[in-house]
């Protein structure tokens, strides 16, 4: 069975820090490209940050550029993006997916984790 799994989420507070995961299982995560996306209350989800299957090439949102940074752990089959300086905007359910490319469609996603930051 193929399953993503992101953990990581919670409550921090503006300018703080976390660090999500998405731990893959029936599938190597490095075959696939790995996206990070986001879905406020109300608002359409979107791309955060992706990091290519073959070259590992990374790229970010502009919103998220210089704060978030997004890597793999071959060995322990699990993505992870690190998050920085935190905003009250980065609050919303985070999803982990995996597809052939970063321009593509993902064809597996996890369930979400919910990032909420507020003071």
């Known amino acids: 069975q193929v399953q993503l799994v992101e953990s990581g989420g919670g409550l921090v507070q503006p300018g703080g820090s976390l660090r999500l995961s998405c731990a893959g299982s029936g599938l190597t995560l490095d075959y696939y490209a790995i996206g990070w996306f986001r879905q406020a209350p109300g608002k359409e989800r979107e791309g955060v940050s992706c990091?290519?299957?073959?070259?590992?090439?990374?790229y970010y949102t502009d919103s998220v550029k210089g704060r978030f940074t997004i890597s793999r752990d071959n060995a322990k089959n699990t993505v992870y993006l690190q998050m920085n300086s935190l905003k009250p905007e980065d609050t919303a359910v985070y999803y982990c997916a995996a597809g052939p490319g970063c321009a593509d469609d993902g064809d597996y996603w996890g369930q979400g984790t919910q990032v909420t930051v507020s003071s």
């Open positions: 990091i290519g299957s073959n070259d590992g090439t990374t």
